[in-house]
């Protein structure tokens, strides 16, 4: 089978990238895990930019049956050291009919595609009725935190300007809902390469959640924390619209 790079591959190898997933600690990714079990509702699962499926793996060993998909072959060669269940796609359009799945998700991927609104479309449409998704990614707009390890994140004159363009956002949704769009982003070219250089699209919660309503949606919850921490400490940092301003971006939906 001939190999697939991803539109990535420009900004980092894809090969040398699946070794550092490969090297992921469990804590990364346990929250997103959790979110993705369907419980009582039971079904098929999907994580869509499964990386080396680490995820898929993990469900898998309790039984659920659960699903990958990613861009890049190296990922996929990778996962297949560990599990059958991680396949190839072009990144457009799921290989997959409308509604096949209970509950879909992606970590840390909406930032770096070619057509963000067009992604959330897709997880959406594989969704069935009642089903969750569940979308993680860094939030490029924070304005609050620390280990600031974007360009967009850090420095008070970026905080201010993600300050004003969340409030910028919010009032064109509003007003405007038609003109929404994620904001893009030019990725960053160094060596060594570091996670997220390759991002190319701003993520944040309140776009995240405004995509998954325009696409037939009810959004559940909005966090800023995509780890696990105590119970009091999460109610603490996302009690408040502060939350959108902080950390990282952790939507939970529900498909009407």
């Not at 050291?81 to 072009?90: H, K, S």
């Not at 420095?155 to 004003?164: L, P």
Request: net charge positive.
């Amino acid at each position: 089978m001939p190999g697939h790079s991803s539109h990535l591959d420009g900004v980092r190898d894809d090969t040398a990238y699946a070794g550092i997933l490969a090297g992921w600690d469990a804590a990364f990714y346990r929250k997103f895990t959790e979110a993705l079990r369907p419980g009582a509702i039971g079904g098929r699962v999907l994580d869509v930019g499964c990386g080396v499926g680490q995820v898929v793996v993990r469900l898998a060993s309790e039984g659920v049956d659960a699903w990958g998909v990613d861009v890049a072959q190296a990922n996929i060669d990778r996962a297949a050291q560990a599990t059958d269940r991680c396949r190839w796609y072009d990144g457009r359009r799921l290989p997959f009919p409308d509604g096949e799945f209970a509950v879909v998700g992606a970590l840390n991927v909406l930032e770096h595609v070619e057509e963000p609104e067009a992604f959330v479309a897709e997880v959406v449409r594989v969704t069935a009725p009642a089903g969750r998704i569940v979308l993680s990614s860094p939030n490029f707009l924070r304005a609050l935190g620390w280990r600031d390890y974007h360009p967009r994140m850090r420095g008070i004159a970026n905080k201010w300007r993600n300050v004003a363009a969340l409030v910028q956002r919010r009032r064109r949704m509003r007003e405007q809902p038609d003109a929404v769009r994620f904001e893009r982003m030019k990725p960053i070219i160094k060596t060594p390469f570091t996670p997220d250089d390759d991002a190319i699209v701003c993520t944040n919660a309140l776009d995240m959640a405004f995509f998954l309503k325009r696409n037939g949606c009810v959004v559940e919850s909005v966090a800023c924390t995509d780890r696990t921490v105590s119970p009091l400490v999460d109610w603490v940092l996302n009690a408040t619209p502060l939350r959108y301003a902080m950390f990282n971006a952790f939507v939970v939906a529900r498909k009407e």
